[in-house]
């Protein structure tokens, strides 16, 4: 393991962590993280006791349990090297096996949603919530450790929608404390599992997946206090500063051809939280660099946007819908990182409907979750 030399410069031990690549190498390389590791205030939700005005019944729905291997086909079987072409038939097979995974993501995000909200069965959404992450806890494989590249993907992104929603309805679930240690080991073995899947990775690799894996450990840090966690979190975070360029490109995400405009939005996403999250606990950490996150959310939204990233992608731009789907749920976030650096906000869409979309893997409306009371 490298570690930070005592007349190392600001910056240059997130490089030699990323050297590394990130094998644990757990130096901070700015700042220092405090004892206790906290979410932005909004995020977590504070202890409920429920009303029964307007309440009304509801049954929880019984998903199936995943328990096959975490080895499926990738959409993109066959592309070239750019992974931009689109394989029918072996996603098809994918969207089959991981079926089981999507649903039980998807109601995750349901009750979380509804418990969130207080809603008219946000009580009852509470032991729903409970059981589902018990039952997935003590039977599922998802920390299958012999899990193909896609396998890890699916791992990855299944623990951000799970630990973010966790998270923020922690303090209103109605937790035994036995309970509350079946759902939190299981999500600890899970984090451990990906940070394993995303350590030594050349940085010629390092991309979407790795700010994705990184975000869903943050999460995991947060909830079990742990400061190893943390910091491999803040490391890969660091790194992905250091990738973004001068003018505010990610190069393994121009790597995607057509697909690069849709990826480096794709990427935004848990860089923001993750910015988020480090402003929170160490603010000195990458804030020499920050304003590269800026400058990237600047090229997304700008005029001629998709003209500049197929100029430097080299290609022109597939379809994007940059304005649907929750894909701008980065900006809450990223507001939140950058208090003081908010020039790019007179670039974001009039009607302001950005603010209610929402993304799963995110724990829902990032308005909610970071707030936008200050936009």
Not at 142 to 152: F, I, V
């Amino acid at each position: 393991m490298l570690k930070q030399r005592n007349n190392v410069t600001p910056g240059v031990a997130s490089v030699f962590c990323a050297a590394a690549l990130l094998s644990g190498c757990n130096s901070m390389s700015e700042g220092e993280v405090p004892s206790h590791i906290v979410a932005p205030p909004a995020f977590v939700q504070s202890a409920q006791t429920w009303s029964e005005k307007n309440a009304k019944p509801y049954a929880c729905q019984q998903l199936p349990i995943f328990t096959d291997s975490l080895s499926f086909r990738s959409k993109y079987e066959g592309s070239d090297k750019r992974r931009a072409t689109l394989n029918e038939e072996a996603e098809a097979a994918y969207l089959q096996r991981t079926q089981p995974i999507h649903e039980f993501a998807k109601y995750v995000a349901y009750l979380g949603k509804h418990i969130q909200r207080d809603s008219n069965i946000a009580k009852e959404a509470s032991y729903c919530f409970t059981s589902l992450l018990i039952d997935w806890a003590k039977g599922s494989t998802l920390n299958d450790p012999e899990a193909n590249m896609t396998g890890k993907a699916v791992r990855k992104w299944t623990l951000s929608t799970t630990a973010s929603y966790y998270l923020s309805v922690k303090e209103k679930l109605p937790l035994n404390d036995v309970e509350q240690a079946t759902i939190e080991s299981w999500l600890y073995r899970l984090a451990q599992q990906v940070k394993h899947d995303y350590s030594n990775r050349p940085l010629r690799k390092v991309n979407n997946h790795d700010y994705w894996a990184a975000w869903s450990v943050m999460l995991v840090a947060v909830i079990k206090n742990d400061r190893a966690l943390y910091q491999w979190s803040e490391n890969v975070y660091l790194t992905a500063l250091s990738q973004i360029t001068h003018d505010g490109f990610l190069p393994n995400e121009l790597k995607r051809g057509a697909r690069a405009y849709a990826y480096h939005n794709f990427a935004l996403l848990p860089l923001s939280g993750l910015a988020a999250f480090v402003h929170e606990n160490n603010a000195q950490a990458g804030n020499h660099q920050r304003s590269k996150l800026t400058l990237l959310a600047e090229n997304l939204l700008k005029d001629g946007a998709i003209e500049d990233f197929s100029a430097h992608a080299g290609e022109a731009q597939s379809g994007f819908d940059l304005h649907s789907d929750g894909h701008l749920s980065w900006v809450a976030p990223l507001k939140y990182a950058t208090d003081n650096d908010a020039s790019w906000l007179s670039l974001l869409p009039d009607d302001s409907s950005y603010q209610t979309h929402g993304y799963t893997r995110m724990g829902g409306n990032t308005c909610e979750r970071f707030g936008c009371d200050t936009m």
